[in-house]
Each structure stands twice: as structure tokens, then as C-alpha cells.
């Protein structure tokens, strides 16, 4: 298995645009994650799937992030519209079953808003 | 006040020179304490799980254990190869599957 798969790898976006980053996890694995990752607050968890339902988005920051996962293979992260403050690297993991097995980590998307 | 901490921010080892990072956690009813390596530009690499105070694991040259408030990884003669953030995230009951993490603890082995 190639691993979980993020595109893309960067982006730099003018603020006010819409960003959208993708993740395919790995086959089989049925909990996806997004996370971010900054240097002041370092991983933080947005949203986590089960079996591609929403099961926590308390830490999507606020309404202009959203997140769909249609299948089981594949997620995307939306950012709309796009602020300064929101550079940051994006991860994406997954896992089987939940949170007590870990999780596989994509490379991420670094992102940055001018 | 953080869930996870993990000290030191930053660590600089001579090759051989072996030592501890700290992960100490505040959460009631853990669910499971895991350790995950990263090396710059890439995704978090998982290392290990600790489920319960006395558990102990070994990969190479990385040893963590587990107490009911903190975690130890030891890295015992440690080689240039071993630099990377070392990251620590906690699991607990109530926690809604939220998996927090510790800032990390950048380890650097000079040779």
C-alpha cells in the first residue's frame, strides 16, 4: 500500500481564495483524521471520520473550514474563504477501527495564504 | 492548561550519549499513550503504544514506558539517524476518539 496520500503538497493561496486539500487513506482503514500543524500550537485535530461519518469537528476552527469524506477513499478539507492566519501544515491520518491503533500519517499539504 | 507535555523542547546528544524525553499527561481513564517520530517536512511516524502503567516497549535503540502520569522514551547510544521531533499523544475515555498531542521534543545527535 502506497501509504495515505495528500495533494497537494503545497499550496500558496491569496487571502479571500477557497483552498482545497485532498487525502486518500489507506485501503481498508475505516477512521480518517485531519489535523494542523503549526510551530505555536503544534498538532491540533480539526475533524474525525468513522466508516465516513463526522464523528467530532469541535476543532474545526470556525465556519469558513469544512470537510466531506463521500467514500471510503477519499477526504477533502476546504477552506473558504482563505486567511493569513490559516498557514499551516495540513495532515491528514488514518487508522482501523478508532483511536486505541494508530495512525498513519500522509506527508501533508503546506499551505500558505498571502 | 495542556493535556499532554513533553520536555525538553529541544535535546542535542553526542553520538553514543543516551537519555530520556518526557511525556507527562493530565487526562483521567487513559485509553492508550502514543509515540510517533518526525523527521522535517514529512507526516508523523508511529513508533509506539502504551495502554497501561507498567508497560514497556522496545524498537532499536527506543525504549517507552509507562506510569500512570508520564512516559518515558529512553534512547540508549543514540546515532546521528535517531535526530528527529519526538511526539506523544494521549487517548482517553470521554475524550470523543480526540487524539491530543504533546509540542514535541526535537532531538538532535551530533557525531
Not at chain 1, 475505516?30 to 475533524?47: D, V
Not at chain 1, 482563505?82 to 498557514?87: C, I, M, N, V, W
Not at chain 2, 503504544?49 to 529512553?74: I, Q, V
Amino acid at each position: 500500500d502506497a501509504g495515505v496520500i495528500q495533494s497537494p503538497r503545497h499550496e500558496v493561496t491569496e487571502m479571500g481564495q477557497e483552498v482545497t486539500l485532498r487525502c486518500k487513506p489507506i485501503s481498508g482503514h475505516n477512521s480518517l483524521f485531519w489535523y494542523r500543524q503549526t510551530m505555536m500550537r503544534g498538532l491540533e485535530l480539526l475533524i474525525y471520520f468513522n466508516n465516513n461519518v463526522p464523528i467530532d469537528d469541535s476543532g474545526m476552527p470556525e465556519d469558513r473550514f469544512s470537510a466531506k469524506m463521500p467514500n471510503a477513499s477519499f477526504s477533502t478539507l476546504k477552506i473558504q474563504p482563505s486567511e493569513p492566519r490559516d498557514s499551516a501544515v495540513y495532515f491528514c491520518a488514518s487508522s482501523f477501527v478508532g483511536l486505541n491503533t494508530e495512525a498513519f500519517f500522509g506527508q501533508g499539504t503546506r499551505l500558505t495564504v498571502v | 492548561e495542556d493535556q499532554v507535555t513533553q520536555s525538553p523542547e529541544a535535546l542535542r546528544l553526542q553520538e553514543g550519549e543516551s537519555s530520556s524525553l518526557n511525556c507527562s499527561y493530565t487526562v483521567s481513564g487513559l485509553r492508550g499513550l502514543f509515540w510517533y517520530r518526525q523527521d522535517p517536512g514529512k507526516g508523523p511516524e508511529f513508533l509506539f503504544t502504551l495502554y497501561s502503567a507498567g508497560e514497556e516497549k522496545e524498537k532499536e535503540r527506543l525504549k517507552a514506558t509507562l506510569t500512570k502520569k508520564e512516559s518515558f522514551l529512553h534512547i540508549t547510544a543514540p546515532k546521528p539517524e535517531d535526530s528527529a521531533t519526538y511526539l506523544c499523544a494521549v487517548a482517553w475515555q470521554g475524550g470523543s476518539e480526540k487524539l491530543v498531542f504533546g509540542k514535541g521534543t526535537k532531538l538532535t545527535v551530533n557525531p
